[in-house]
């Protein structure tokens, strides 16, 4: 009796594992999908707010995408080129060509979190891998409101995080700190475009993010990044997903997706895009210059 009851123990363990992969298999079968993206191409004179507004009017759900960043007031030139609702992300000073400080702005918590890169570092961090004293408070003083004394305390709170970091932490070779001064945007961007005899300017068609570099005749003063506004359009029919990205440079990328047992042909992708474009305003053609890139599963 002991041995039919330990094979009917067993039995029922071996189906209660079995059923449980089945479910297990089931849920990552439920929840595969098949999905296209696509690089991005920038379309000449779009208008940005007449495209949202369009696609409002088609039915398509419309959702203007923000970012860390804050808007800078009164920089009349960057708001007539960037669009009246951009917002400065991060601003980097180059102390070399392996040395740099990122200053990364957070404004919904009040915050900037500073971080510096050597890149010729091989071992572990050390204050000697920072910049010179002098360097880091000019630099400080000139992107944040504060007096040298306020800006040498700063640098030695950073000098204490990098004697006391454990080297094994992730991180470690960064070392950071979070300032919570009012930023000095406008002077540190007056301050690079008047040091500057280059300014080399980038976009990435459809993400909004727009970056400024700033060159001088040594070498490279540093750069800001900037993201403009973008939206993303999303249009859902028969369980099919597609969504349109653009941003206030004419910036356009799509995606789309579905579950990875169904039919997902690529002209049948582009035909829907296709469409969305022209009720949106967008050169219906544009969607020919576009790549697709077919992934079939996400495991």
Same mark, same amino acid.
């Given at each position: 009796?002991?041995?039919?009851?330990?094979?009917?123990?067993?039995?029922?363990?071996?189906?209660?594992?079995?059923?449980?992969?089945?479910?297990?298999?089931?849920?990552?079968?439920?929840?595969?999908?098949?999905?296209?993206?696509?690089?991005?191409?920038?379309?000449?004179?779009?208008?940005?707010?007449?495209?949202?507004?369009?696609?409002?009017?088609?039915?398509?759900?419309?959702?203007?995408?923000?970012?860390?960043?804050?808007?800078? $007031?009164?920089?009349?030139?960057?708001?007539?080129?960037?669009?009246? $609702?951009?917002?400065?992300?991060?601003?980097?000073?180059?102390?070399?060509?392996?040395?740099?400080?990122?200053?990364?702005?957070?404004?919904?918590?009040?915050?900037?979190?500073?971080?510096?890169?050597?890149?010729?570092?091989?071992?572990?961090?050390?204050?000697?891998?920072?910049?010179?004293?002098?360097?880091?408070?000019?630099?400080?003083?000139?992107?944040?409101?504060?007096?040298?004394?306020?800006?040498? !305390?700063?640098?030695?709170?950073?000098?204490? $995080?990098?004697?006391?970091?454990?080297?094994?932490?992730?991180?470690?070779?960064?070392?950071?700190?979070?300032?919570?001064?009012?930023?000095?945007?406008?002077?540190?961007?007056?301050?690079?475009?008047?040091?500057?005899?280059?300014?080399?300017?980038?976009?990435?068609?459809?993400?909004?993010?727009?970056?400024? $570099?700033?060159?001088?005749?040594?070498?490279?003063? !540093?750069?800001?990044?900037?993201?403009?506004?973008?939206?993303?359009?999303?249009?859902?029919?028969?369980?099919?997903?597609?969504?349109?990205?653009?941003?206030?440079?004419?910036?356009?990328?799509?995606?789309?997706?579905?579950?990875?047992?169904?039919?997902?042909?690529?002209?049948?992708?582009?035909?829907?895009?296709?469409?969305?474009?022209?009720?949106? !305003?967008?050169?219906?053609?544009?969607?020919?210059?576009?790549?697709?890139?077919?992934?079939?599963?996400?495991?």
């Amino acid at each position: 009796m002991n041995k039919l009851r330990l094979a009917a123990v067993a039995l029922i363990g071996v189906v209660v594992v079995a059923a449980a992969y089945a479910v297990f298999a089931g849920v990552l079968i439920g929840s595969d999908v098949a999905s296209y993206s696509s690089d991005g191409v920038t379309v000449s004179d779009l208008a940005y707010e007449d495209a949202l507004d369009r696609a409002a009017a088609a039915g398509y759900a419309v959702e203007r995408v923000g970012s860390s960043g804050f808007h800078p $007031e009164g920089i009349d030139e960057l708001d007539a080129e960037l669009g009246p $609702e951009y917002e400065a992300f991060r601003v980097t000073f180059d102390r070399s060509e392996t040395k740099r400080l990122w200053a990364t702005f957070y404004a919904d918590e009040g915050v900037t979190v500073v971080t510096l890169f050597a890149d010729d570092n091989r071992g572990e961090f050390t204050v000697d891998d920072l910049p010179p004293d002098e360097w880091l408070v000019d630099r400080f003083t000139l992107l944040f409101e504060m007096d040298a004394a306020t800006a040498e !305390g700063y640098v030695e709170e950073l000098k204490t $995080e990098v004697r006391t970091s454990d080297p094994a932490e992730p991180g470690a070779g960064t070392p950071s700190l979070e300032i919570d001064e009012p930023v000095a945007f406008r002077a540190t961007y007056d301050s690079l475009t008047a040091g500057a005899t280059t300014v080399n300017a980038t976009s990435s068609a459809g993400s909004g993010v727009h970056v400024r $570099e700033y060159y001088a005749a040594d070498g490279k003063l !540093g750069s800001i990044e900037f993201v403009l506004p973008r939206a993303t359009v999303t249009h859902e029919a028969d369980g099919y997903t597609y969504r349109v990205h653009i941003d206030y440079h004419g910036g356009v990328e799509v995606d789309a997706q579905t579950r990875a047992t169904r039919s997902f042909e690529e002209q049948d992708v582009r035909t829907v895009f296709r469409q969305m474009f022209e009720e949106m !305003g967008i050169p219906p053609d544009a969607i020919d210059h576009i790549q697709f890139e077919y992934r079939g599963s996400v495991w």
